[in-house]
């Protein structure tokens, strides 16, 4: 049986945990951008968009993550359409990023005061204009420590992505607690990686929120 050091545990888990930061990125930033067309839906005029948009927003919140997971990778199968553990772990992250996204920053636009879409109409604005140059600076300044504190959420939801075979560091910690026999040592290092790559940004969220609240009180 091969002889596993403690290095050689640690070793294998930072290795590990490359995949687990690779597929947070991706997963947040490719739900930011099917965000951004979603969030042009939600400020439609249009009553079956918004609802559209309400609906998408409800079903991925409302349903766990394991099984979007499980539909992504047998579900896509029964299509005919081979997807790996990698593809399939993206896919759903970045759509359940993207529902939360759309409902964080919506709202961030809902807050602001409506009579500044009236005013700028009546300066000859347009729709986008509005949006970019008036709403958009003013509604990233409320958004901005939200998604960072949800970014912390994306980190930890991949390791449900072990349950299809994507080998991360939950995976990877299983695999060697098989190999090792030793389940303690072994997540106890995998949950101080994951506290390592989310405290950082939980406190960086919390810095955020105190400075713009006091920019805002000033």
């Not at 042009?40 to 005029?45: C, D, T």
């Not at 986008?128 to 003013?138: D, E, F, H, I, S």
């Not at 072990?162 to 949950?191: C, D, R, W």
């Amino acid at each position: 049986m091969t002889s596993f050091t403690d290095w050689d545990i640690v070793r294998n888990l930072l290795l590990a945990a490359r995949w687990t930061l690779l597929l947070s990125l991706v997963a947040f930033v490719g739900g930011g951008l099917v965000t951004l067309p979603l969030m042009l839906m939600r400020l439609s005029r249009r009553r079956w968009l918004k609802q559209a948009i309400r609906a998408y927003s409800n079903l991925f919140q409302g349903t766990p993550l394991l099984m979007q997971l499980f539909l992504a990778f047998f579900g896509l199968a029964l299509f005919g359409i081979d997807v790996s553990p990698w593809l399939a772990a993206a896919l759903a992250l970045t759509l359940f990023t993207s529902a939360f996204l759309v409902d964080i920053w919506g709202g961030s636009i809902d807050a602001l005061p409506k009579g500044q879409w009236e005013a700028s109409r009546c300066l000859g604005l347009s729709f986008g204009q509005t949006l970019l140059r008036v709403m958009a600076p003013q509604a990233v300044r409320i958004a901005i420590a939200p998604t960072v504190g949800f970014s912390v959420q994306v980190i930890k939801g991949t390791a449900l992505a072990s349950i299809i075979g994507f080998v991360e560091l939950t995976k990877a910690g299983t695999m060697l607690s098989n190999v090792t026999f030793q389940p303690f040592k072994v997540f106890g290092l995998v949950a101080l990686g994951y506290f390592i790559m989310c405290y950082p940004l939980s406190r960086f969220s919390h810095y955020l929120e105190r400075k713009l609240h006091a920019a805002d009180n000033h």
